[in-house]
């Protein structure tokens, strides 16, 4: 059975920071390239960081040096440390794998971030 879930969003200061998990069910993340999106509300989805299965990653403009998407192999976990955080960061994360190097297919059901005061 193939599921990818996120955890880890909630309401932060700005300023402050979270990490978020995505776990995979039914693949071995270390083989596939991962990715994090996310959709504020009345925009479209956009893309915030990947990680190559190779290692390298890849990260948008707004949240470099911010953001760090990283992989955990032994635990079979993606996650993105979010520091700095700013209004403008609030969204729905979604965490995405890409199985056949033809696009992500694979999609979380998203975790909420709000930053707020």
């Known amino acids: 059975q193939v599921q990818v879930v996120e955890s880890g969003g909630g309401l932060v200061q700005p300023g402050g920071s979270l990490r978020l998990s995505c776990a995979a069910s039914?693949?071995?993340?270390?083989?596939?390239?991962m990715g994090w999106f996310r959709q504020a509300p009345g925009k479209e989805r956009e893309f915030v960081a990947h990680?190559?299965?190779?290692?390298?990653?890849a990260y948008a403009d707004s949240v470099k040096g911010r953001f760090t998407i990283s992989r955990d192999n032994a635990k079979n976990m993606v996650y993105l440390q979010m520091n700095s955080l700013k209004p403008e960061d609030t969204a729905i994360y979604y965490c995405?794998?890409?199985?056949?190097?033809?696009?992500?297919?694979?999609w979380g059901q998203g975790t909420q971030v709000t930053v707020s005061s």
């Open positions: 995405a794998i890409d199985t056949t190097a033809g696009g992500y297919d694979y």
């Open positions: 039914g693949f071995t993340l270390e083989y596939y390239t």
């Open positions: 990680r190559w299965s190779a290692g390298s990653t």
